[in-house]
């Protein structure tokens, strides 16, 4: 008897799991063996898939067989209690999860033909070595034109590209501060880990120096791990649309250059106005101004070429002269959104990649996020105070922290 009940309970599964290809028996004796899935077939899925914790698993089924199907993927259970959430209406699933355990998915794949359903499980397990919550690596770290460019990080003869980024992350890693300069300066840096994109909730935070009325709102731009190749590549980046995203004022494409200035204008000191020469795709050109604060040079010594581009969303200027004299100037800080804009401690220097929108505006849903751009939003200068430039000290996974922190309704 407990071979016969066993005999049928498997083919009551099976005919749960095949209901859209076939009308099944229980007798014992219609078959010597087990009949094909043709859903696992059909698709071409593994029976389970193993992943660590807040690492993404890419799910592709094989759909050459349909003609422009639909897809919706479901956690059904887990940890063996049911569920029913929808999480995916993509041909492939991207999959990253917080929680340790064991997700059953069911995926249902249609066209106008055909409808195939199949269920398999997602293994997540907890790391073997814990992850940091911090920042584990910059890949890029190009400043523009500005005051504290060669000196945040500290530029000495002989440094490369890739040993100022270098510098760069030892500075974010530990939380302290680096400068982006005047327009489009950037830096990219990258996790241990995804940051898993939490709903209803902020996902990580970037710290900057802002205080009230000092503010130099950076935009940032978010990017996962899509081709797995451990990289940020190009065709990756979703901006985190903040409160600016569409002020009649915010320029899409702006797009300037600065020329390296010589030798004799960099050694000279004190305040002059024609020092780093730019040129924009506005039809304006002229000089960045030099202050007596700061007596290096203002371009990045690395970088050999004579001159450097930047292209990005320009926001705003913020800048103001309440005294009327340039005495003393005011910098508002934006709404939302952008790093560098609010004090460290303040809810909106932390951020959701639910904000995260394509080249056209249009809203994404991303499961988490690998890699991080930040880059200066504002290109103005405000009197003794010099280039408005986004400051960067570092950035952290608030899951990970234990952090948590509403989103904006």
């Known amino acids: 008897m407990k071979t016969n009940k066993l005999r049928l309970s498997t083919i009551a599964a099976l005919c749960f799991s095949s209901v859209a290809f076939y009308s099944c028996s229980s007798d014992d004796n ?12 059909a698709l ?25 199907p639909t897809l919706s993927w479901k956690v059904i259970k887990y940890e063996g209690v049911d569920k029913d959430s929808l999480i995916s209406n993509e041909k492939q699933l991207d999959f990253v999860s917080l929680k340790a355990g064991r997700y059953t998915i069911a995926v249902e794949a249609k066209d106008n033909k055909t409808a195939v359903k199949h269920q398999f499980d997602i293994v997540v397990n907890k790391e073997a070595k814990e992850y940091s919550a911090k920042i ?16 945040l990080p500290k530029y000495e003869p002989g440094d490369t590209q890739e040993i100022m980024n270098k510098k760069a992350e030892n500075s974010l890693m530990k939380d302290n501060m680096i400068s982006l300069g005047g327009f489009g300066g950037y830096v990219v840096f990258g996790f241990d880990h995804t940051i898993v994109n939490v709903p209803g909730k902020r996902d990580f935070k970037v710290l900057g120096n802002a ?12 990017a996962y791990d899509k081709n797995k190749n451990g990289k940020p590549d190009e065709d990756e980046w979703y901006e985190i649309a903040g409160s600016e995203y569409n002020h009649p004022e915010t320029i899409r494409n702006y797009e300037i250059t600065f020329y390296k200035p010589s030798a004799e204008l960099d050694a000279k000191e004190g305040d002059f106005e024609e020092y780093v020469k730019f040129k924009n795709n506005k039809g304006q050109e002229g000089y960045k101004p030099k202050n007596r604060f700061h007596k290096q040079s203002y371009y990045p010594l690395w970088v050999k070429e004579s001159s450097l581009t930047f292209k990005g969303s320009k926001l705003r200027n913020n800048a103001k002269d309440t005294s009327g004299n340039g005495s003393y100037w005011v910098l508002p800080e934006f709404e939302y959104g952008y790093v560098d804009n609010h004090p460290n401690n303040h809810d909106e220097s932390a951020f959701d990649i639910s904000w995260a929108v394509d080249k056209k505006g249009n809203k994404v849903h991303l499961p988490g996020i690998d890699f991080i751009k930040v880059y200066t939003a504002l290109d103005q200068e405000a009197g003794w105070l010099g280039e408005t430039s ?3 000290a570092g950035a952290s996974d608030l899951h990970l922290q234990g952090i948590s922190i509403e989103t904006r309704k």
Do not use: C, H
């Open 44 to 68: 071409n899925l593994e029976a389970n898939y193993q992943v660590d914790r807040s690492k993404l698993v890419f799910v592709k089924p094989e759909l050459k067989s349909f003609s422009e």
């Open 211 to 222: 205080f009230k009325n000092s503010s130099e709102p950076g935009i940032i731009m978010v």
């Open 30 to 41: 219609s078959s010597t063996t087990d009949p094909v899935d043709p859903i696992n077939n």
């Open 136 to 151: 584990a690596k910059v890949f890029e770290y190009l400043p523009s034109y500005g005051q504290f460019v060669n000196d």
């Open 390 to 392: 986004t400051e960067v």
